[in-house]
């Protein structure tokens, strides 16, 4: 158990302890008054254009009516037709996955510039009205930070210790990224081919192949995207 935590929050014993205390003050923030939190506008918008069908829902709810990829709609169908449409309930998944992207975070600073840097990132993450506000919205903004953080914390994992599940993590938090927002794609496109440059040469082609299998999957959104 010890072992298991030290990989999913590494650095030193204080690192450790001001992280965990930032982070449940991150949490505090996001959930005080959780239950009084009513839905905005662009959440009540995503609500109406859910339909009983997964395929009505994206047909028109997705393809019609919008003008984003279909992950969030989708994920949003699935979520509400199991647990109901209590805002609460419907801002739950994106909260707890904007907390999930502080902690990723503040992994990927830890790596790249050393734990005064990621301390300081995640204190800004972590109380900034901006991030939490957003945390707090059913909306793909949460989403794409988390695949986001995941798809970077991956990367420098796999830069580290080439693993098959590392490549697969990368994979799946492209793959996640693109089907939640354009600019989230955006963002994963041009990590994919940064880390590219930066790999040694048979990460490289493991890379690509991830990259061109991703490019593939992706090819079902593009008739949605040329329709919206």
Not at 19 to 46: C, K, N, T, V
């Amino acid at each position: 158990m010890r072992a298991l935590l030290d990989r999913a929050v590494p650095g030193s014993t204080s690192e450790k302890r001001w992280f965990f205390l930032l982070f449940l003050l991150a949490a505090a923030l996001r959930f005080a008054g959780y239950g009084r939190i009513d839905l905005q506008h662009d959440e009540i918008s995503a609500l109406v254009r859910i339909f009983p069908s997964a395929w009505e829902t994206l047909r028109v709810g997705v393809m019609e009516r919008d003008t984003h990829p279909p992950g969030v709609q989708l994920f949003e169908w699935a979520w509400t037709g199991l647990f109901g449409m209590a805002p609460w309930v419907v801002k739950l998944p994106f909260t707890l996955m904007g907390l999930a992207s502080i902690w990723l975070l503040y992994r990927v600073a830890l790596r790249l510039a050393g734990a005064q840097v990621a301390l300081v990132t995640t204190v800004f993450l972590a109380t900034l009205q901006y991030t939490v506000m957003y945390h707090q919205l059913a909306r793909p903004y949460a989403a794409g930070a988390f695949t986001i953080a995941l798809l970077a914390d991956q990367l420098l994992a796999y830069r580290e210790s080439p693993t098959r599940c590392r490549l697969l993590g990368i994979g799946i938090a492209a793959l996640a990224s693109a089907y939640i927002h354009h600019f989230s794609l955006l963002t994963a496109g041009l990590m994919m081919g940064s880390a590219l440059l930066w790999s040694a040469p048979d990460q490289r082609r493991s890379l690509l192949g991830v990259s061109a299998i991703c490019a593939l999957l992706y090819l079902p959104n593009i008739p949605i995207f040329l329709h919206q």
